[in-house]
């Protein structure tokens, strides 16, 4: 029977040859469907709610900053030290001294026109940042950032005066230099492991650099956005600030309430929310002399940050329609490992959502 053989050895090739490229098809398609499960990313917040520090920390986490970026945050670290300095050290009570009024003065002459540090700058910084009394005001100076960036950065004074100081990671996550753009994108990449594969998440952070309010007139523009992550300053919870609706004075975390709600149910957008609860370190310091009573009067629980926090979450959450899917985290900002942590939950959160949305588990 050599031709039955011939006929059934050329079927059981042919089904082999069918089997596989059904395999490569259906590998395709599932390719397909990842690559496209998440377009966009929109990150949304009010004022000092942390978005750039969150953008500069997803950069740290992929791809990393070149060489040229290093280079100009270089010069940005530098003069945002000279211009704060510049502030503290007006205060009477230093320039009442004899020898620190001589390097303040050499400082102030030295930094008229340079904003990049000079041997003279260096030298007047490293004098008055070793002298008690000089780094007890500057330390504890009302002029001071909340997220004590400037501290760190004269703790490591010797270093970044270096001709040669290239800014690491951690320096230009404490560093603040403001976007230059209304509206950026931050590539971002994502390696996830799940039981039978590994998978490489590819997005882009669409960040709106604008008053929370105004931010909402941007919506339209992004209709591929499928998640959005909302920052929120944590540590306002005491602060009133002008409402984007009525302009009349407003608490802070009421209304970052508002807009959120009205951003996340927005009908251009696809149903994944991530809240940031930003600056815990700071909500944390002062919450012993600010109970959070002062932004939620009926609140009742224990005045402790975790109680207090989970508290200020659930309000958020529970003004989201019931087929939102959320998650929310508390952060510091710029905690480096935990910030790698929440990113690499996020992407999981947010790729398993595009699955379930499009029927793929």
């Known amino acids: 029977m050599p031709g ?25 398609a599932q390719d397909l469907i990842l690559k496209r499960s998440v377009k966009r990313v929109l990150i949304l917040g009010g004022r000092n709610s942390g978005k750039s520090t969150f953008l500069k920390q997803a950069t740290v986490f992929s791809p990393g900053f070149s060489e040229a970026e290093r280079d100009e945050y270089k010069c940005t670290i530098h003069a945002d030290i000279i211009a704060t300095m510049r502030m503290i050290l007006d205060d ?11 390097f303040i003065q050499s400082f102030r002459r030295a930094t008229e026109e340079s904003q990049t540090f000079s041997p003279q700058i260096s030298t007047a910084l490293r004098v008055l940042w070793t002298d008690a009394r000089a780094q007890t005001a ?39 230099r403001p976007p230059s753009l209304t509206v950026t994108d931050t590539p971002l990449q994502i390696q996830l492991t799940f039981p039978q594969y590994e998978y490489l998440l590819k997005t882009t952070l669409t960040c709106i650099h604008q008053e929370i309010g105004l931010q909402r007139k941007w919506f339209s523009l992004f209709s591929d956005v499928e998640a959005i992550v909302f920052l929120v300053d944590l540590s306002n919870y005491d602060q009133t600030i002008p409402s984007a609706d009525t302009d009349e004075p407003r608490n802070y975390i009421r209304e970052a309430m508002s807009q959120f709600v009205a951003a996340c149910t ?44 989970d508290y200020v979450i659930a309000r958020f959450l529970s003004l989201l329609p019931p087929h939102l899917n959320s998650r929310a985290w508390c952060t510091n900002a710029i905690d480096m490992d935990q910030m790698h942590g929440v990113l690499q939950a996020m992407g999981e959160f947010i790729l398993r959502h595009s699955w379930y949305a499009r029927g793929c588990v």
């Not at 006929?7 to 590998?27: C, F, G, N, W």
């Not at 009477?92 to 001589?102: H, I, Q, V, Y």
């Not at 940031?276 to 402790?304: G, H, Q, W």
């Open 266 to 309: 927005a009908s251009y957008y696809r149903p994944t929310v991530m809240l940031i609860m930003n600056k815990m370190d700071i909500f944390t310091a002062k919450l012993s002399v600010s109970p959070l009573t002062t932004c939620f009067p009926e609140y009742r629980d224990e005045n402790t940050p975790s109680a207090a926090a």
């Open 4 to 28: 039955a053989w011939k006929r059934l050895s050329s079927v059981s090739v042919a089904d082999t040859a069918k089997s596989r490229s059904e395999e490569i098809d259906a590998a395709i």
């Open 92 to 102: 009477e009570a230093l320039l009442s001294d004899n020898d620190l009024r001589r």
């Open 138 to 176: 500057i330390r504890f100076s009302p002029k001071l950032r909340p997220d004590g960036s400037l501290l760190y950065f004269m703790d490591s004074l010797s270093r970044i005066s270096e001709d040669d100081y290239i800014p690491t990671d951690a320096d230009i996550v404490r560093s603040s």
